[in-house]
Antibody, heavy 116, light 112 residues
Framework: EIQLQESGPGLVKPSQSLSLTCSVT?????????WSWIRKFPGNKMEWMGY???????NYNPSLKSRISITRDTSKNQFFLQLNSVTTEDTATYYC?????????WGQGVMVTVSS | DVVMTQTPPSLSVAIGQSVSISCKSS???????????LHWLLQSSGRSPKRLIY???NLDSGVPDRFSGTGSQKDFTLKISRVEAKDLGVYYC?????????FGSGTKLEIK
């Protein structure tokens, strides 16, 4: 079974970059699927941030396009989120998930607070 | 972006009652392949979201048939019959027909 696990710092200062890792087991990320990052804000709002495909192409939410980068390390079967110039508005729980078109599998989430 | 209008924002229901959650999209969710990529997710407290229903009406494995999804085009409904205590949490509709993918605002189900 596919399992995903997020990791990264829980606290980031405003104007800095947020960097998270999603480690995947049970499936090789180059074999198929698109691999997404999704976040849930305080309250219930959910936002799809973007994905990296099994071939390495990316697709980002236009609301984030100037600040977001999703990359991968195929040797470690991991993919990454970098969000630049964060503000307090980026405080959220961040999830990695796949299949992007069906939301079959989710990580447990990592809470990130943006605060000085 | 496709706006997903989900109502009500919260529900308080007694065990055994039935409830319905509405999800309306600003555009048709029928994809060029003829399929409708509208899904229902449940996030229980402290857990990650879990899909219950995919493509409008298909129940995921292990999801009791007390749950049902109906609808087409732009108008969708999740019904929960005979609510149980374990059903509580926040329910979301989500569309994956159009990019960027978007979610409803969530419906918090509480047990009276």
């Amino acid at each position: 079974e596919i399992q995903l696990q997020e990791s990264g710092p829980g606290l980031v200062k405003p104007s800095q970059s947020l960097s998270l890792t999603c480690s995947v087991t049970g499936y090789t990320i180059t074999s198929g699927y698109d691999w997404s990052w999704i976040r849930k804000f305080p309250g219930n709002k959910m936002e799809w941030m973007g994905y990296i495909s099994y071939s390495g192409s990316t697709n980002y939410n236009p609301s984030l396009k100037s600040r977001i980068s999703i990359t991968r390390d195929t040797s470690k079967n991991q993919f990454f989120l970098q969000l630049n110039s964060v503000t307090t508005e980026d405080t959220a729980t961040y999830y990695c998930a796949t299949d992007t078109y069906y939301f079959d599998y989710w990580g447990q989430g990592v809470m990130v607070t943006v605060s000085s | 972006d496709v706006v997903m209008t989900q109502t009500p924002p919260s529900l308080s229901v007694a065990i055994g009652q039935s409830v319905s959650i509405s999800c309306k999209s600003s555009q048709s969710l029928v994809y060029s392949d003829g399929k409708t990529y509208l899904h229902w997710l449940l996030q229980s407290s402290g857990r990650s979201p879990k899909r219950l229903i995919y493509q409008v009406s298909n129940l995921d494995s292990g999801v009791p048939d007390r749950f049902s999804g109906t609808g087409s085009q732009k108008d969708f409904t999740l019904k929960i019959s005979r609510v149980e205590a374990k059903d509580l949490g926040v329910y979301y509709c989500a569309q994956t027909t159009h990019f960027p993918l978007t979610f409803g605002s969530g419906t918090k189900l509480e047990i009276k």
